[in-house]
Each structure stands twice: as C-alpha cells, then as structure tokens.
C-alpha cells in the first residue's frame, strides 16, 4: 500500500525558511520521480517541483525557481523541499505525490504560513 506522508509545515515570516520532508512506504521509492505540489486557498493545485528517480533531474515552477530545491534519499525513502526567502503568496497546502503503475498518489498536506 503506497503512503506517502508530508511533515515540516508551520508558520514563518516572510524571507524565512522551511524545509518539508516526505516519507513514503509501499513501492521502491528509488525507481519513481517524485513530485511536490501546493495548494492555496481559492486556487487549483499546482506543481511546485519534481526529481526524477536517481535524482539526476529536478525541475521547478517558474515562481519558486532560485529560491526552492527539490532532494530525495533514496536510503531514507524521503524526499524533501527546502524553502528558502519565503514569501505571503507561498502560503498554501504542500503534497507529496508519486505515480506509481499509472496511479496517482498523495500525502495528506502540509500546511505552510508565510505571514509577518
């Protein structure tokens, strides 16, 4: 059964930083890319980054690009996102996510506030 679980969320000023850890279990984490995606409130989700499996290629929305880095270990099964100078418009609902044999596959969210 694939589980995916996010964790790291909270509340930080704006120019702070986060990082957000995924563990995921039930599948082999190092032959899937994986995905973070975020949701504010009123809007659709959307991708935020993604690292394929060996870690070989990362790619990310043009609004986080320079200030958002997408890791994985795959020893560890956990990928991670590491938020850098921060901003109110990032404050959204952060997903994990995988396609596993042609099924997505998400977390339950992390909440992130970015707010003085």
């Known amino acids: 059964q694939v589980q995916l679980v996010e964790s790291g969320g909270g509340l930080v000023q704006p120019g702070g930083s986060l990082r957000l850890s995924c563990a995921a279990s039930?599948?082999?984490?190092?032959?899937?890319?994986m995905s973070w995606y975020r949701q504010a409130p009123g809007k659709a989700r959307e991708l935020v980054a993604r690292?394929?499996?060996?870690?070989?290629?990362?790619n990310y929305a043009d609004s986080v690009k320079g200030r958002f880095t997408i890791s994985r270990d795959n020893a560890k099964n956990t990928v991670y996102l590491q938020m850098n100078s921060l901003k109110p418009e990032d404050t959204a609902v952060y997903y994990c996510?995988?396609?596993?044999?042609?099924?997505?596959?998400w977390g339950k969210g992390t909440l992130v506030t970015v707010s003085s």
């Open positions: 996510k995988v396609a596993v044999e042609g099924r997505n596959y």
């Open positions: 039930g599948f082999t984490f190092s032959s899937y890319a």
């Open positions: 690292i394929t499996s060996a870690a070989g290629s990362t």
